[in-house]
């Protein structure tokens, strides 16, 4: 695996997020941020990000009212703007999202596939990077990567499965 691993520190990155469920586009300083927070490097033609939205927003209503931040992060270059706007909102995501159009981002993070889910603490050491789950078509989950990564944290427990490889 190349780029952020776990143990490493988030890369340092400034961008705007749009928190359309505020109403609100914001900066956002990777280092910079109030608590733990989950990347997620997701695209708007990548069938596995199509097969995994409906899980991806049960992860963000499971957690974000927990205080744990969801970031969706959308590096490619061939998908417009609007485009990525319009895909994120119609799978009503709860997580910010960051239009990454020179895929600076994504390259910082090491992200080659989506979708790839980052896990970092409030002081932004990463404790997961990889799949959301073993099923990437959405057939039954054994485990449950993503999820069992965020618990481990919010428990002040280590994360059993630090690292896993995504399926994009």
């Known amino acids: 695996m190349t780029g952020s691993l776990p143990g490493d520190r988030i890369p340092a990155f400034r961008a705007m997020v749009l928190r359309a469920s505020?109403?609100?586009?914001?900066?956002?300083?990777?280092?910079?941020?109030a608590g733990a927070t989950v990347y997620i490097v997701n695209s708007t033609t990548c069938p596995f990000c199509g097969d995994y939205a409906e899980r991806m927003r049960e992860i963000e209503k499971r957690f974000i009212p927990r205080g744990i931040d969801v970031v969706?992060?959308?590096?490619?270059?061939?998908?417009?703007a609007e485009e990525?706007?319009?895909?994120?909102?119609?799978?009503?995501?709860?997580?910010?999202?960051?239009?990454?159009?020179?895929?600076?981002?994504?390259?910082l993070?090491?992200?080659?596939?989506?979708?790839?889910?980052?896990?970092?603490?409030?002081?932004?050491?990463?404790?997961?990077?990889?799949a959301i789950d073993d099923a990437p078509s959405g057939g039954a989950v054994r485990h449950a990567y993503l999820a069992d990564?965020?618990?481990?944290?919010?428990?002040?427990?280590?994360?059993?499965?630090?690292?896993?490889?995504?399926?994009?």
């Not at 990564?149 to 994009?168: D, F, H, K, N, R």
């Open 109 to 130: 993070l090491g992200a080659d596939r989506t979708p790839t889910a980052y896990v970092a603490r409030a002081d932004g050491i990463l404790v997961y990077r990889g």
């Open 149 to 168: 990564a965020i618990e481990a944290l919010l428990a002040g427990e280590p994360v059993a499965v630090e690292s896993t490889e995504p399926y994009g």
């Open 22 to 33: 505020a109403g609100i586009e914001e900066p956002f300083d990777s280092h910079g941020t």
């Open 72 to 80: 969706h992060v959308y590096p490619n270059r061939a998908e417009p």
């Open 84 to 107: 990525k706007r319009s895909w994120h909102a119609a799978r009503r995501f709860l997580g910010g999202q960051i239009l990454d159009g020179d895929a600076a981002i994504a390259h």
